[in-house]
């Protein structure tokens, strides 16, 4: 399977590492009490279908980027950062 | 009278090529264009084995790679391959093979004792007994078992097979080479596609090898000629495409027919044409495992392609029209042939071909019982007819399959269609397509109209020039198929062991039990009988066990779901997948910038993750036990050198560097001053401890950032997350020098003297490079970065510089450092310095512990926010009895202490997962004792107690005393002399 990174274009997928669920908004920096942190970093959706999600070209170029990835086929749309 | 013969002329085997092979040490000879299994019935050999459990004689039940029972082990030695596929394995030049599952032959078989004990293995027989509460009877039945199950064995040499790998690409990708696959594959390579042909069988040509027509025999050579002349394509035969993967990608597997090694293909395709065909299916009736029980297509391609016909008599047994061709063809090749015919009728012109060719046909009749041990000598029918029928052989055939294996990696589940009474794949995927059988299209023709357009398609999906038409064989018209599934025996049958699937010996009566006890959801089945298990996953019994179970449940056949369908479709040597990442190219080797100094330097080296370290040296002993203690002697009480370029080293830039740090270490970093290093912890945003490190301020924009060797990369992707994408706002970049950077630590009382020698220009003294005091200075034309850092807990200092130069400046020192007695020590003495001193690292930052279970809490920052802060201190995370750190002593000195070693409170039964465990131990020079860090349930609130550490694999137990985790220099005196 290939991932298209938005720098280097399409690339082998052992290349890249999976960085999560990128569909939540991190709370900012210093903001943000125990819930509100919790809710981000341990409530997921575990959809069946288009999941917006962090990948980073690990063994390429260290861009970190956004995709949808289809969960059912891979089917990866984007590639924007 | 069981036994088949070979025939003088015909078939596709070379008889000017002869082979000579060998068969349980026993001298046979077969041709060219064999297989093992047509080479054995040739020679008679209709008994080839024993079942798995019940060691009933076996014979082939097919001509191709679904069959479950003929099962050899090759070569010997470490040669050794076990569970070779008979039917599909090439008969070679002095190929050796031997029968399993069978002692001492497959005629003669001790085991046989199990079809008595055969209570024993019935649906459940392991979740009964081995799952309930009666565990112990696993000790009573584990020998007998053993000895009875399993197929062919592993060899545990060390063999010299080679198992290569490479990445292929095309256009066009077509699986199979039947007609449907050669004229997809004609059309796509004439049009100039890049193609791969993919054909699992050592010849092209499917099922029209297992035909007898001159005209298709003609097609077919065209189509490989055809093929050959494109440059643009490859046929490949040998070659089985084990799985299709998401993002167009298949493995294939090829087989050398030389040396029998396997070679895996990853190909990346733009457009896949399924044309993987169909597998028969055996019917199911009393005693259809007998040797000479065979299916009906698999007599007809012994028949035309190897020359192998039954001696005189053969029944078929079907349910459907295809079957009807297999009788034909040996009536033709003068064996005497009758057929029991299922259904009430099949259609004219069956009928009255057979009656030209003096078949006899008895309708609504099956099988009631196959005669004869082991092999058959008679058929009982049973239905309408219940006549007694000698024979050589029985072809059976309750229909056709198609392989919708491939299809269903990608995660499409097969529908039941009910005309030809069997699944076919439920959809393609985009850029997938199919043709021919796997379709339910079962006429040569109509299978070759497939194979066209589904070229067409593959080349309008891929904007290529259309395919062209190409000439179609000059044969009559394909004949209507018609069927009427049976999934039963007939009525009047034996009570005899009626089986369904052959390779694991599960039987219809199983099937039954696994309903009534509950066991009726497919997957529930499957697991429950291990029906489907076998190294052929079913593909002979898998449809008939569904449908016998619709039937038990009263649903329909497209209702009761199949089983998932998983890579690879066909057992290959695990030898082929691992290819050549074994041994040391298993994984990358790292090795440091001192790694070949360390080597000549009589240094021994373990492996620490992916690197090579320096264990110990050989000045200091010849085993670590002994020398690591000489080499920490080395450091309290004069100077060492070591090797510590696999540090994490990861340079932080920008204006906003100082604020980048201060959010993600727990203490502040803003306003360390240039020139100064800190000790730092950083936590994810569960509040986990992540990582430590130690950080030094180079100027007002750029630190040096360390971080322990194990979590290098995964702190560099984290701190480059955080920086693209969320703190976009920050101007800071980060930059690994982990491989561009190496450095070394100098340590011990005389450690400043050293380095005074080294760099006499330098000011090292205590006032200007005081306790954490960092100082660039040149050396050689580079920068020589000097941090006066300790893991030891003595004096020391740590010399980094750019890789390049790391040789010469740690060769430099120890020139220089002569005088003082320098000498290098290694990784083990390293970790058992900083045991000492108390100084977490690896083993204790298990990924599951907070600061304060380390004893880092008064670290963190009141004030400021840090990555973490806010979930570290969850409910859980404060409880009392968390696993916090420990020093420990060991309190029996005749014994000795082990990593690892289970902690109990001495009134605790030495039971289960204790209270915690030892992360380090060591021996203390400084005390003269074993000395450990743990972690301990409530930890340091029970200093002085006295413990117990247990080490159940060696049945080993020690009284421990709970204290400090900081053993030497509690106060610091020496860091800061
Ligand atoms: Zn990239």
């Known amino acids: 399977m290939k991932i298209t990174c938005p720098h280097c274009g399409d690339r082998d997928w052992s290349e890249f590492r999976y960085g999560g669920d990128a569909s939540k908004a991190r709370p900012r920096h210093g903001t943000g009490d125990a819930k509100a942190w919790h809710d981000y970093y341990f409530l997921f959706d575990n959809p069946k279908g288009m999941h917006t999600e962090y990948w980073q070209h690990v063994l390429g170029c260290r861009q970190w980027f956004v995709v949808k990835r289809n969960t059912a086929t891979n089917e990866m749309i984007g590639g924007g950062e | 009278m069981t036994g088949f013969r070979r025939i003088e002329s015909g078939g596709r085997v070379d008889r000017t090529l002869p082979l000579a092979f060998t068969y349980n040490g026993k001298a046979l ?47 010997s030695g470490a040669m050794t391959v076990p569970n070779a596929i008979g039917t599909v394995t090439e008969l070679r030049e002095a190929l050796a093979a031997r029968s399993q599952n069978a002692w ?14 055969s209570p024993l293995f019935t649906a459940g027989f392991y979740y009964k007994t081995f799952m309930g509460p009666l565990q112990k009877s696993w ?27 490479r990445n292929t690409f095309c256009d066009i990708l077509v699986i199979g080479s039947g007609p449907a696959g050669l004229a997809a594959g004609v059309v796509a390579a004439q049009a100039g596609a890049r193609v791969i042909i993919a054909e699992q069988d050592f010849e092209a040509g499917g099922s029209l090898l297992c035909m007898n027509i001159g005209a298709l025999e003609t097609w077919r050579a065209d189509c490989v000629a055809r093929i050959a002349k494109c440059s643009n394509a490859r046929l490949v035969t040998r070659a089985t495409v084990q799985g299709l993967y998401d993002g167009k990608q298949a493995v294939m597997s090829i087989v ?57 008599r053969a029944v078929i047994v079907t349910n459907n029209d295809s079957a009807y061709q297999a009788a034909f063809d040996l009536a033709e090749a003068n064996v005497a042939v009758t057929i029991a015919e299922h259904r009430s009728s099949s259609s004219g012109e069956l009928l009255a071909k057979a009656a030209q060719l003096g078949i006899a046909i008895f309708p609504n009749s099956g099988v009631a019982d196959v005669l004869g041990h082991p092999a058959i000598t008679a058929v009982r029918l049973g239905g309408r007819h219940a006549v007694t029928i000698e024979c050589d052989a029985l072809g059976v055939s309750g229909g056709w399959n198609p392989v919708v294996h491939l299809t269903s990696h990608g995660g499409i589940k097969p529908n039941y269609e009910p005309r030809i009474a069997s699944f076919v794949p439920g959809g393609f995927a985009e850029g997938h397509f199919g043709a021919g059988s796997v379709l339910g299209h079962f006429g040569t023709l109509a299978t070759i109209r497939d194979g066209v357009k589904a070229a067409q398609q593959a080349l309008t999906y891929l904007d290529l020039n ?16 018609g069927i009427q599934a049976a999934w039963t025996p007939v009525e009047g049958a034996e009570s005899g062991k009626a089986f369904v699937d052959f390779q694991n010996d599960v039987t219809l009566k199983d099937v039954k039990q696994a309903h009534q006890e509950g066991y009726s959801n497919v997957e529930h089945l499957k697991r429950y009988t291990t029906l489907g298990m076998g190294t052929d996953q079913g593909k002979t019994s898998n449809v008939n066990a569904l449908a016998i179970m619709a039937g038990l449940r009263g649903i329909d056949v497209a209702n009761a779901g199949t089983t998932t369908f998983r890579p690879p479709f066909s057992p290959m040597t695990i030898g082929a997948i691992a290819g050549r990442s074994i ?51 080395l450091v309290r009480r004069g100077v060492g050198i070591a090797d510590v370029s696999t540090l994490g080293k990861i340079d932080v830039q920008g204006p906003d560097a100082a604020e980048f740090l201060n959010r993600v270490y727990v203490n502040g970093f803003a306003k360390l001053p240039i020139g100064k290093a800190r000790y730092g912890v950083m936590l994810n945003d569960d509040g986990v401890v992540l990582d430590d490190g130690t950080t030094s301020r180079i100027s007002e924009t750029q630190f040096y950032m360390t971080t322990t060797t194990a979590q290098a990369g995964e702190v560099m992707s984290w701190l480059e997350y955080l920086l693209q994408c969320h703190w976009r706002d920050l101007d800071v970049h980060v930059a690994s020098l982990t491989d561009e950077w190496g450095g070394m630590a100098v340590s011990g009382k005389k450690s400043r003297e050293a380095l005074q020698l080294a760099f006499p220009d330098a000011d090292v003294s205590n006032e200007t490079l005081s306790y954490m005091g960092v100082k660039d200075v040149s050396f050689g034309g580079t920068t020589v970065r000097l941090m006066r850092l300790s893991f030891s807990g003595e004096l020391a200092y740590e010399v980094h510089c750019p890789a390049n130069y790391v040789q010469s400046l740690w060769e430099h020192i120890m020139r220089a450092a002569e005088p003082l007695g320098i000498k290098p020590y290694g990784l083990e003495a390293l970790a058992s310095l900083r045991i000492e001193k108390g100084h977490v690292a690896g ?125 030497v220099d509690r106060e610091g005196a020496r860091l800061h002399a």
């Open chain 2, 29 to 75: 000879n077969g041709f060219a264009g064999d297989s093992l299994a047509s080479a054995l019935l040739a020679n008679g050999q209709i008994t080839i084995g024993r079942s798995f459990k019940y060691h009933r004689p076996r014979g082939f039940l097919s001509a191709g790679l679904e069959e479950p029972n003929g099962l050899f082990t090759l070569g």
């Open chain 2, 104 to 117: 001492p032959s497959p005629d003669f078989d001790v085991m046989a004792v199990n079809s008595w004990a």
């Open chain 2, 466 to 481: 259309d395919g062209e038409e190409i000439e179609f064989p000059a044969i009559r018209a394909d004949r209507a198929y």
């Open chain 2, 256 to 312: 050398d027919p030389a040396t029998g090694n396997v070679r895996l293909e990853v190909i990346r395709f733009a457009a896949v044409i399924n044309a993987v065909g169909a597998f028969e299916r055996p019917l199911v009736f009393p005693n259809n495992d007998r040797p000479g029980v065979m299916l009906a297509g698999a007599l007809r391609t012994y028949l035309n392609r190897f020359a192998i016909a039954p001696k005189q």
């Open chain 2, 843 to 967: 083993l204790e930052l298990d990924h599951r512990n907070t600061l304060d279970d380390l004893g880092l809490g008064k670290m963190a920052a009141k004030e400021k926010p840090y990555i973490g802060k806010e979930l570290r201190f969850r409910e859980a995370y404060q409880a009392p009895d968390r696993w916090s750190l420990v020093g420990l002593e060991l309190l029996e000195p005749e014994k000795k202490l082990r990593g690892g070693s289970i902690l109990f409170a001495a009134s605790d039964e030495i039971k289960g997962h204790g209270r915690g465990y030892i992360t380090s131990v060591t021996w203390s020079t400084e005390l003269q004792k074993f000395i450990a860090l743990g972690l301990y349930q409530g930890g340091l609130k029970h200093e002085g107690e006295e413990i117990v550490a247990a080490f159940p694999l060696k049945n080993e137990q020690a009284r421990l005393k709970i204290v400090s985790p900081h053993f």
């Open chain 2, 583 to 633: 041994g040391k190219h298993f994984r990358p080797t790292r090795r440091s910038p001192l790694h070949d100094w360390n080597e000549k330097n009589g240094a021994t080296f373990i492996e620490a993750g992916p690197w090579l370290r320096a264990w110990y040296f050989a000045w200091a002993g010849s085993s670590p036990e002994t020398a690591y203690i000489k080499e920490m002697e």
């Open chain 2, 139 to 165: 000790m009573f039945y584990e020998p007998f078992i053993r000895r009875a199950a399993g197929l062919g064995r592993a060899t545990e040499e060390k063999g010299n097979q080679r198992y290569d790998q």
